[in-house]
């Protein structure tokens, strides 16, 4: 994936996934998210870096906050914004999504943010792709890179050294692309143990990350975590995961207000969204002294406007 995602000179030319991806590319791209973020609370504005340029939306599958987030970002750096819309576009009468680019790309189309649920969609896109970039907003259970970025810069801001952590990932891990590009980034930035909690039939292959340590028993894994990240657990996947009812995979494998007590103190409690209260999370942890759930939302638009600037050479 390096030869798609890096141009010639090794510089950022797509964003696809983070596997692979360097620590000095990663690193790159989370202190110039620490940059803007900090312009643009500053001043209340912030540099206009995308004015002239065009961003085109490609969601293929529903979204609030990543689809919201990206729009903010690029509106916010001065880029032109189009929503595509999916159910009344040419797609639906059997053109393909190379034909539906190169018409978009004729138009001056300047970067792609694409969702899709097929893995690897992104990347074809990237392929046929002549000039404009492409920006991964999750891909099936393969990656979404930006949520990976927007998650390490959340932990960054509190634990500079990563070495020094201990990350537990709880849920359905094996469906979810977000678990995945949360593993690649802090791989790749260091971790000290990276802990992976669940029912085993919702856990990864035992080969696809060495590295992690499967804990199924939920207490253990917490114990002594500095980070806990919870997953959402989709209700078709209950039958899968041999729990009878919500009660209880909260029960087995809800953060819950004494469960945290098992982790640091200052343990960082983490979602991706949407919640399911009650059923990964309780409410009262959720919303807590040491859930920083929101800083996450909010950290998406300094990520996602590092993205769009750095790969269209702003």
């Known amino acids: 994936m390096s030869g798609l995602q890096l141009d010639s000179n090794g510089r950022l030319r797509h964003l696809i996934t983070l596997e692979g991806l360097d620590r000095k590319h990663i690193e790159a791209l989370l202190d110039r ?3 803007l973020r900090d312009a643009f609370a500053d001043s209340g504005g912030g540099p206009q870096l995308l004015s002239g340029r065009t961003i085109i939306n490609l969601f293929f599958e ?28 040419s797609t639906n009468k059997g053109e393909t999504l190379e034909d539906t680019l190169s018409t978009l790309e004729a138009m001056q189309a300047d970067a792609f943010v694409v969702r899709h649920r097929e893995n690897g969609t992104p990347a074809r896109l990237a392929r046929h792709s002549r000039r404009a970039v492409i920006l991964n907003a999750g891909d099936g259970n393969n990656a979404h890179p930006t949520q990976g970025l927007l998650d390490a810069l959340t932990i960054r801001d509190r634990h500079a050294d990563f070495s020094r952590l201990k990350v537990t990932l709880c849920g359905d891990i094996r469906h979810s692309r977000v678990a995945r590009s949360d593993l690649h980034v802090l791989t790749a930035l260091g971790a000290g143990e990276i802990r992976l909690s669940g029912p085993a039939a919702l856990m990864p ?5 060495p590295n992690c340590h ?25 039958a899968e995961a041999l729990v009878n009812d919500e009660a209880d995979y909260f029960r087995r494998y809800g953060l819950t207000t004494e469960r945290l007590r098992r982790a640091a103190a200052d343990a960082l409690v983490m979602h991706p969204g949407p919640m399911n209260r009650g059923i990964e999370i309780a409410a009262d942890v959720a919303d807590g002294p040491q859930s920083v759930i929101l800083d996450q ?7 996602r406007m590092a993205a769009m600037a750095s790969l269209l050479e702003a």
Do not use: C, W
């Open 297 to 303: 939302v909010s950290n998406g638009i300094p990520v």
């Open 214 to 238: 499967i804990v199924e028993n939920f207490d253990d894994a917490v114990a002594g975590s500095d980070v806990v990240i919870m997953l959402r657990l989709q209700r078709e996947r209950m």
């Open 205 to 209: 292959a035992s080969d696809e990350f």
């Open 62 to 89: 529903a979204s609030t906050r990543t689809r919201t987030s990206f729009e903010l970002a690029a509106r916010r750096l001065g880029a032109t914004v189009l929503n595509f819309e999916i159910s009344s576009s």
């Open 33 to 35: 998210a620490t940059e």
